[in-house]
């Protein structure tokens, strides 16, 4: 795709089937849920486990969206499951397709709420960015998603829903085990922090990670938090995948205003969180990710306490780029301040990538996702004041 190709914005609305939603779905239930499911509706006993095996495969290696496309169960069997249960997805609302191959999904879940999500193409890897909330709840100052209010937690189901509608998308079901995977990562970066929704992320990673579905390793699954401490350390025992930390400031009086949640969780208790991560080595790192704002979080100075402060703990420190969007009371630091601090950052012994902005043209890149129901434009004015009153 050339640098002036126009984007691509499919619209894919699709009515709402009456009483839709109003059966128990059998997306994003753990194994032993589904089972107990199962022997709700009848289903002998000896052939719980078998059963469940099946509609896994069916939902999570095959993707299908009917029970009458799982045809090693009797007809009896399926009529049984149409009649008690739902195979419900988030809907695609529209998809737009940035000039560099970024694909940004506005998608329906239940109760007419809309999410976003985000295909990340790269030589190496598919990185689908997914939301864990409607909304959230952190009012972080540089975030275009953190201006719009929290709704509610996602549920397991509209979790890795996200997950099956872009696989979808991306025509990847029924592909031999050897090809390369379009979809091969996942990060919770989307709308929300997810580890205020710790059991509906967890329940939903576990069924990426199982090996007899979507099958994703651990390592390939990154969880980032804005530091919600008392979680981090449980979410390491329960999920066990990559930890980032949205960190941004080299100060608890930056932080502070970046942050909001540092206000709660100081600077020092959240890294002795992250000294505590279970599994923490060279082999899997805490990435710190630090976006670069002009004139206030990017000087030499504010590089060398970034690397004191992380002292002993593996990691990486990810540079992002500011990424601008109506209303923005901040602006992208200069290239070459960011190289500098990066210079600083790598010279130290972490390794510092510069990430490149991706699908800015569809406000699809970081800190930009926001529902279509909720663009109504904010001044700096109006974000600077709804920080003070926190």
Not at 201 to 220: H, K, P, Q, Y
Not at 283 to 296: A, G, H, N, P, Q
Request: neutral net charge; glycine residues 8%.
């Amino acid at each position: 795709m050339t640098a002036n190709a126009p984007i691509t914005q499919d619209l894919l609305t699709i009515p709402r089937k009456d009483g839709e939603g109003s059966l128990p779905n059998l997306i994003g239930m753990r194994r032993e849920a589904l089972g107990e499911a199962l022997a709700g509706i009848g289903i002998p006993e000896k052939q719980i486990k078998m059963r469940v095996g099946q509609i896994w495969a069916w939902i999570y290696q095959k993707g299908v969206q009917s029970f009458d496309d799982m045809t090693n169960l009797s007809k009896d069997i399926r009529a049984n499951l149409a009649q008690n249960f739902a195979l419900t997805r988030p809907e695609i609302v529209t998809r737009q397709i940035s000039t560099d191959g970024t694909r940004k999904y506005l998608l329906r879940i239940n109760g007419g709420h809309e999410v976003e999500a985000v295909y990340i193409p790269e030589s190496d890897r598919g990185t689908l960015c997914i939301s864990s909330q409607v909304g959230c709840t952190l009012t972080c100052s540089f975030c275009h998603t953190g201006t719009q209010k929290l709704v509610r937690n996602l549920t397991a189901a509209e979790i890795i829903g996200q997950v099956l509608v872009a696989r979808d998308d991306l025509e990847e079901w029924g592909k031999p085990a050897g090809d390369k995977r379009l979809l091969s990562n996942i990060v919770l970066m989307g709308m929300g922090e997810p580890l205020y929704n710790t059991d509906n992320v967890r329940d939903a990673m576990l069924i990426a990670m199982d090996n007899e579905g979507v099958a994703l390793s651990r390592r390939r699954i990154t969880l980032s938090t804005s530091g919600i401490v008392p979680e981090i350390i449980r979410a390491g025992d329960e999920i066990g995948c990559m930890l980032a930390i949205s960190f941004h400031a080299t100060t608890d009086e930056v932080r502070d205003t970046l942050v909001p949640i540092n206000r709660k969780h100081k600077i020092a208790e959240l890294l002795d969180a992250c000294r505590n991560y279970p599994r923490l080595s060279n082999s899997e790192r805490i990435t710190f990710e630090y976006v670069m704002l002009k004139d206030v979080n990017d000087s030499d100075e504010d590089a060398r306490r970034l690397v004191k402060l992380i002292a002993g703990i593996p990691a990486k420190i990810n540079l992002i780029p500011f990424n601008p969007w109506p209303g923005a009371p901040y602006e992208r630091s200069d290239w070459d301040r960011i190289e500098t601090f990066a210079d600083i950052v790598n010279k130290a012994g972490y390794a510092s990538p510069v990430r490149t902005p991706r699908g800015e043209d569809i406000m699809a890149a970081c800190g930009q996702l926001k529902s279509a129901t909720e663009r109504a434009r904010k001044s700096a004015a109006q974000i600077a004041k709804e920080i003070e009153g926190l």
